[in-house]
C-alpha cells in the first residue's frame, strides 16, 4: 500500500519533471514579451489543456456537488479538510519565524477536532482564531528565494518554479494524499478537490467577465496573490525596475504604420540601435522607446536613405512583437 | 456662459464648499456605502435571484459616484495614456467602466450574508491618499481582505484602486492592456473593450 503511495508521487514527479522539460524546450520558441513569464508558449498550451479539463469535467462535477449538497454539509466538507490541513499550516509558520501564528493554528487544530467534531464545524474561527494561508512555496519565498519563472502545470494550475518546488514538499507531508487506505485516499483526494473547485465556482464567474485575455489575467492575479501572501498582506511597494518592466513603452503600433514600415525601406538613424540588437540584449531595452517614438511621430519616415538595409524582424516587431518566432 | 450663469454657479460653489468641510472619513464613507448596498440586496428578491439589471442599476446610482474611474483607466492603461488623445481617454474610461461596473455587479450577486469588518484606518489628518481595509470572514478559508485605495478630491474621498486578496484590480488590467496596445493599437482595445462589453450585455 506504501509503495502505492509512493509511487503515485514518483508519478507526480515524473510529470512535473516531464512539464519541465517540455517548458525549458519549448522556451525556446516562444516570446518572451513578459519577464517573469518566459515560456509563455507552453504555458498558455498547458492554461489551454487545463480550460479543457475544467470544462469537461471538474466545473460540472462541481456544480452537480454544488446542486446536490446544501450549504451546511459543503461548508463542513471544507471545514474538514482545512482542518487537516491547518497542521502543515502551524509547520510553515513556524518555519516563517511566526511562533504566535503557529500555535494559534495548532489550538485551531484541537479546538476543531474535539469541540468541532472531527472538524466539521470551525468553531475555532468563531472563538476569534482566524485561519491563516500559508504553505512551504510561501516559507521558501519568506527565507528569500526569487520567484523563478511563471509557470503553468497540468492539472494544478498557476504556479512558478519556486511554488512548484513548494508544493512537491507539501504533497509528500499531506496526510490526505499519504493515506494508506486508497479507495479511502482517493476519495478524499477526489472529494477535495471537487470542494475546491466548487468554491472557487463564483469567483470563476466574475473572471471571465472581467478578463480581456483569462490567461494574462489569471497570471497577473496569481503573481500578485502570491507576492501579497509571502508578505502576509503587507507587501512592500513593487520595486521600480519590476514596473517598468511592465510598461515597456511602445507606441500605438496602428496597422497603417505597421505597413508603412514594412513597405518603405527605411531604419532609425545611427543613434537609433536596429531592433534585432534590441531584441537580443535586453539592457539595450531601454533605447526602443527612440524608436518607436520616432515612428509615431512618422520622424524616422523622413530620414535620408543613407542607411542600411532593414532587417526583417524591424517590421515584424512593429506588427505582433514576436521577434523570436520571425528570426 | 453669461455673467449671471457665472455668478450663479460661484455661489453654488460657495453653498458647496461648506458641506464638504465637514466632510465624510474615508472608512466612514465605504463602511456606510457597503452596509447600505448589502442591506439593499439582503432584501431585494430581484437581486437574490439573478436580475443583472437591477443590480447594476444599484451598482451605478449608490457605489459609482464615489470611483475616480479617470485614474483607475489611466493607471491600468499606463504609459500609453499620455499618447491617447484625449477623445479615446474618454472612451477609454466610458468602456472601463462599464466592465468594471458589470464585473462588480456579478460579485456582488454572489454576496451571501457574509460578515464584512472594517480595520480601523491608520492614516494622520493631513494623508490626502489613505487605504480602507476590510475583509469578509468566511468558514474554513482564510478571509478574504478587499482594501480600498482612496484619494481626497473636492468632492470628498474617491476610490481609485481595489485590491481583492492582495490583487489590485487596476494592475491587474495593465499588462492585458499594454499587449493590447501594442498589437492593435489604442483604438484596437477601446474596439476589444466595447465588444467585451457588448458580449456581456447581451448574456443578460
Known amino acids: 500500500m506504501n509503495m502505492n503511495a509512493k509511487g503515485m508521487r514518483v508519478s507526480g514527479c515524473a510529470i512535473f519533471a516531464l512539464a519541465l522539460a517540455l517548458a525549458v524546450l519549448s522556451g525556446c520558441a516562444t516570446t518572451a514579451s513578459n519577464p517573469r513569464d518566459p515560456i509563455e508558449g507552453f504555458n498558455r498550451a498547458m492554461f489551454g489543456f487545463n480550460e479543457a479539463v475544467d470544462r469537461a469535467v471538474l466545473k460540472p462535477v462541481a456544480e452537480g456537488y454544488r446542486a446536490v449538497l446544501p450549504a451546511p454539509v459543503r461548508t463542513g466538507v471544507t471545514n474538514f479538510f482545512g482542518n487537516i490541513e491547518d497542521l502543515w499550516i502551524a509547520v510553515n509558520n513556524v518555519l516563517q519565524g511566526k511562533v504566535v501564528d503557529g500555535v494559534q493554528d495548532l489550538l485551531r487544530v484541537a479546538v476543531n477536532t474535539v469541540f468541532g467534531i472531527f472538524g466539521v464545524i470551525d468553531v475555532a474561527s468563531d472563538m476569534g482564531m482566524q485561519k491563516h494561508n500559508e504553505d512551504f512555496g510561501q516559507t521558501l519565498g519568506k527565507w528569500g528565494v526569487g520567484n523563478g519563472a511563471y509557470v503553468v502545470m497540468p492539472f494544478f494550475g498557476p504556479s512558478t518554479v519556486r511554488d512548484v518546488g513548494g508544493r512537491m514538499v507539501d504533497m509528500y507531508v499531506d496526510p490526505v494524499v499519504n493515506e494508506g487506505n486508497i479507495p479511502l485516499r482517493n476519495t478524499a483526494v477526489a472529494l477535495r478537490t471537487i470542494d475546491l473547485r466548487a468554491n472557487l465556482l463564483d469567483a470563476s464567474s466574475v473572471l471571465e467577465q472581467a478578463a480581456l485575455d483569462k490567461y494574462t489575467f489569471v497570471r497577473d492575479a496569481f503573481l500578485q496573490r502570491r507576492r501579497n501572501l509571502i508578505y502576509d498582506g503587507n507587501p512592500p511597494p513593487e520595486p521600480r525596475a519590476a514596473l517598468d518592466a511592465d510598461e515597456q513603452p511602445l507606441s500605438a503600433a496602428a496597422p497603417a504604420e505597421v505597413a508603412v514600415a514594412a513597405a518603405v525601406p527605411v531604419v532609425p538613424p545611427v543613434q537609433a540601435v536596429p531592433d534585432a540588437a534590441v531584441a537580443e540584449t535586453p539592457v539595450a531595452e531601454a533605447t526602443t522607446p527612440v524608436i518607436y517614438t520616432m515612428f509615431a511621430d512618422g520622424v524616422a519616415l523622413k530620414t535620408p536613405n543613407a542607411v542600411p538595409e532593414p532587417s526583417p524582424t524591424t517590421a515584424v516587431r512593429f506588427a505582433d512583437n514576436v521577434v523570436l518566432q520571425a528570426k | ?204
Not at chain 2, 127 to 145: H, L, M, P
Request: aromatic content about 8%; proline content about 2%; charged content about 25%.
Open chain 2, 1 to 204: 456662459m453669461n455673467a449671471r450663469a457665472f455668478v450663479f454657479s460661484l455661489l453654488l460653489a460657495g453653498f458647496a464648499a461648506p458641506a464638504s468641510a465637514q466632510e465624510v472619513a474615508p472608512d466612514v464613507l465605504v463602511k456606510g456605502i457597503s452596509n447600505e448596498v448589502l442591506e439593499i440586496i439582503r432584501k431585494d428578491k430581484d437581486i437574490q435571484s439573478g436580475n443583472t439589471r437591477k443590480i447594476v442599476d444599484l451598482v451605478e446610482t449608490r457605489v459609482l459616484p464615489h470611483f475616480n474611474f479617470n485614474r483607475m483607466t489611466a493607471y491600468a492603461v499606463g504609459v500609453n495614456w499620455r499618447r491617447a488623445s484625449s477623445e479615446q481617454q474618454k472612451l477609454l474610461v466610458d468602456e472601463f467602466k462599464t466592465l468594471l461596473v458589470r464585473t462588480y455587479s456579478t460579485a456582488l450577486s454572489s454576496y451571501k450574508n457574509q460578515v464584512i469588518d472594517f480595520k480601523p484606518l491608520r492614516a494622520q489628518t493631513a494623508d490626502t491618499e489613505v487605504k480602507v481595509r476590510s475583509e469578509i470572514r468566511q468558514s474554513g478559508a482564510q478571509a478574504v481582505t478587499i482594501d480600498y485605495s482612496m484619494e481626497k478630491t473636492v468632492s470628498g474621498w474617491k476610490v481609485f484602486d481595489v485590491e481583492v486578496g492582495g490583487v489590485s484590480l487596476v494592475a491587474n488590467y495593465r499588462e492585458t492592456f499594454t499587449n493590447e496596445i501594442r498589437s492593435v493599437g489604442i483604438d484596437g482595445l477601446i474596439k476589444t473593450l466595447a465588444s467585451k462589453n457588448k458580449q456581456l450585455e447581451a448574456k443578460t
